[in-house]
Each structure stands twice: as structure tokens, then as C-alpha cells.
């Protein structure tokens, strides 16, 4: 082999090395690109699923609190009612007698 064709076959394997390096470096890159589309998709999954929970339970939470109140509020209302059912009005007396000097004052005032 004469020198210049020495010199072309280490000048194509050295571009054929470069090549294989920039390949090998494209396919890195790319499988990291891969991976960190992989763990985006994951993150957001995640936090929908998070997210879609904590409003779920704080959903049922606050129906529940409601419920209670409302429920309370019935009760209190039954409550007042019974009270006011039982509360009778004391009768008064149709008359009373007041004792001035052995002299009994028929009283007016509660004849109704």
C-alpha cells in the first residue's frame, strides 16, 4: 500500500469511527429523552390521581358535615316543639282575697 492509500483508509475509518460515536451518542440521548417523557407521564398521573382523591374526600367531608347540620338543626327544632307542647300555662285563680282590717276585697283584676 502506497502512503496516500494508508492515509484515506485511516481518514474513512477515522469519519466511520466518528459516525459510530455520534450514532451511539443520538441513541443515548434519545433513550434519555425517552426516560424523562416516562417519569413526566408518571409525575402527572400521579398528582390527577392525588388531586382527584383529595377532592373526593374533602367532597364527602363537607356532605357529611352538612348532613350533620342539618340533622342537629331538625333535632334542636323537634326539640322546641316537645318544650312547647309540655309548657302549660299555669291557670291562674279566677279571683283572690285580701285581708285589709278583718275585711275580705274581692280582686277584679284576674277575671278574665
Known amino acids: 500500500m502506497s502512503s ?3 492515509t ?3 481518514k474513512m475509518r477515522g469519519t466511520w469511527e ?3 460515536k455520534k450514532k451511539e451518542q443520538e ?4 433513550a434519555a429523552a425517552a426516560a424523562v417523557v ?3 407521564v408518571v409525575v402527572v398521573v400521579v398528582v390527577v390521581v392525588v388531586v382527584v382523591v383529595v377532592v373526593v374526600v374533602v ?6 358535615v352538612v348532613v350533620f347540620i342539618v340533622v342537629v338543626a331538625a333535632a334542636a327544632e323537634e326539640e322546641k316543639k316537645k318544650k ?7 291557670k291562674k285563680k ?19
Open 59 to 64: 367532597e364527602v367531608a363537607v356532605t357529611e
Open 38 to 40: 416516562v417519569v413526566v
Open 18 to 20: 466518528e459516525k459510530k
Open 8 to 10: 484515506n483508509t485511516v
Open 84 to 90: 312547647k307542647k309540655k309548657k302549660k300555662k299555669k
Open 94 to 112: 279566677s279571683y283572690e282575697y285580701y285581708h285589709l282590717d278583718h275585711l275580705y276585697l274581692f280582686d277584679y283584676r284576674n277575671i278574665v
Open 4 to 6: 496516500s492509500e494508508e
Open 27 to 30: 441513541e443515548e440521548r434519545a
